[in-house]
């Protein structure tokens, strides 16, 4: 444990930006692929309207304030309630399937709270909000969902991590692995220390 806070202690950041957005194009569209696919494709069959596989379709129809996918709002989207049901529910998808793996429906979930953008390489004006906000251009950009930043250090060390709480001169951040940290400011670069003290004030 004394081990790896040392190694580390010399962390930093780079801001997220529209390369790690998640999108669904190329983050979203694998899942619906393997789990959905046969009810929800024109490739194979459309039911309950819903065809996963036209992109500028789910974009137009199925995204927006009060659809079934709502950017921003994971929480109040039915099209993440549904997988969250309880597989014997009716309203269950996948439909005669299992439920989707957690990591998955995070994964929905972190896209749908990052603004369900379509494609991040080549978003639509509405979507470019979204994609500017991921980018954590300025202190008023910095997405409030839980998402891995990097951090490094003085020596020019990085590594990814989840920022969890923090103090005026120390922050806490979690790891992939679960693992949390506590490191002081004076360790850090000072980009990451700055960003440190900007989520702390938030
Ligand atoms: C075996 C077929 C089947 C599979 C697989 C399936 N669905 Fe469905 N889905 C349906 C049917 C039938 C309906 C329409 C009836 C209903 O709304 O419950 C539907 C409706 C829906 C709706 C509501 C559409 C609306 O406009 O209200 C959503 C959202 C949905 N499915 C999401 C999914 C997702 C996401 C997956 C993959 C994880 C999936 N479904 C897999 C059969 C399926």
Partial sequence: MKFCLLAFSGLFILSSNAEDMIDYRSDILPIMKEHCW???S???NVKGSLALDDLDEVRESQIGTYNL???GNAEESNFVE???LNSSDTDFMPRKAEKLPEKEIEKIRAWIDQGAVIDAKKP?????????????G???AMPSLPEYLTWTNQAGKSIEAVFV???PDSVTIKMRNGKQFQIPLSSLDSESAALASKLTKQ
Avoid: F, Y
């Fill in 69 to 71: 996918i709502r950017p």
């Fill in 165 to 167: 709480s923090g103090t």
């Fill in 138 to 140: 300025g202190a008023s």
């Fill in 38 to 40: 046969k009810c929800h």
């Fill in 42 to 44: 024109n490739e194979e």
């Fill in 82 to 84: 549904r997988l969250l």
């Fill in 124 to 136: 639509t004006e509405k979507e470019q909000v979204w994609v500017d906000k991921a980018g954590g």
